[in-house]
C-alpha cells in the first residue's frame, strides 16, 4: 500500500512570512498533485507534477518534485490570510492503479 | 458551468436506515469518482467510474456500499444499512482525464452523520 505522509501537521504562522510544507513517501509516484480545501468545501487542485525535479510556480505559490519522485514539497512566499486551508498531497502510483492523499498540512495565516 | 452537484448537503440518519447521496458530475467529464473523508482517514477513493462503468471500486469499505452510475449526469452513492462508523463527508468528483490527471474538480461534499 502507498503513503504519503505530511509535515508538518499543523502550522500557524503571520501574514507576510515564508512556509513550507513536506509531502514524503517510501514510494514511486508517477504524478503528485497538491490541493487546497476550505472549510465546508471541496479540495481545488492547485497543480500536478509528473517529471522527477520538476518545479512548477503559481504565483506566490512553488511545487517541487523530488528526481526521485517520492517526496514533494509546496513554498509559499510572503503569506496572505487567504492561503489560510487545508494542504493535502496526492499521488498516483507507477502503475497508474493506486491515487491516495496524504493526511494534509492545515495552515492558517494571521492577520 | 454550475460545477460538480451534490445533494444532499447534510444528512442526519438513524443507524440502520439507508442513505443515498447524489452527483451530477460536470458535463462533458467522462470520469467520475466517490471519495469520503474524516479526520481520522482522510480523504479515501472509494470507487470511481469512466463512461458510466465502473473501473476499479476497491476502495468500497464494505458490502453494505454500493455505487450506481445510471448515466453521464448522474451517479449514487448508497449505504445500506448505515452505521455510525460511515460519518464522514463524501464528495464526489469529476473529470476529463483518468487519476492523477490535472483536471479532477471536486463537488461541496454531503456531510453524513449517522446516529
Known amino acids: 500500500t502507498q503513503l504519503l505522509e505530511q509535515s508538518p501537521q499543523f502550522l500557524s504562522i503571520q501574514e507576510g512570512e515564508n512556509l513550507t510544507v513536506y509531502c514524503n513517501s517510501s514510494s514511486v509516484f508517477s504524478s503528485l498533485q497538491w490541493y487546497r480545501q476550505e472549510p465546508g468545501e471541496g479540495p481545488v487542485l492547485l497543480v500536478t507534477v509528473v517529471t522527477g525535479g520538476e518545479v512548477k510556480k503559481l504565483k506566490r505559490l512553488t511545487f517541487q518534485f523530488g528526481d526521485a519522485r517520492k517526496d514533494s514539497s509546496l513554498h509559499i512566499t510572503a503569506a496572505q490570510p487567504g492561503d489560510t486551508g487545508l494542504y493535502l498531497c496526492?499521488?498516483?502510483?507507477?502503475?497508474?492503479?493506486?491515487?491516495?492523499f496524504g493526511p494534509g498540512t492545515r495552515l492558517s495565516v494571521l492577520p | 458551468d454550475a460545477g460538480v452537484i451534490q445533494s444532499p448537503r447534510h444528512e442526519v440518519t438513524e443507524m440502520g436506515q439507508e442513505v443515498t447521496l447524489r452527483c451530477k458530475p460536470i458535463s462533458g467529464h467522462d470520469y467520475l469518482f466517490w471519495y469520503r473523508q474524516t479526520m481520522m482517514r482522510g480523504l479515501e477513493l472509494l470507487i470511481y467510474f469512466n463512461n458510466n462503468v465502473p473501473i476499479d471500486d476497491s476502495g468500497m469499505p464494505e458490502d453494505r456500499f454500493s455505487a450506481k452510475m445510471p448515466n453521464a449526469s448522474f451517479s449514487t452513492l448508497k449505504i445500506q444499512p448505515s452505521e455510525p462508523r460511515d460519518s464522514a463527508v463524501y464528495f464526489c468528483?469529476?473529470?476529463?482525464?483518468?487519476?492523477?490527471?490535472?483536471?479532477?474538480?471536486f463537488g461541496p461534499g454531503t456531510r453524513l452523520l449517522v446516529l
Open positions: 468528483a469529476s473529470s476529463t482525464v483518468t487519476l492523477g490527471g490535472e483536471t479532477q474538480y
Open positions: 496526492a499521488g498516483l502510483d507507477n502503475y497508474g492503479q493506486n491515487f491516495v
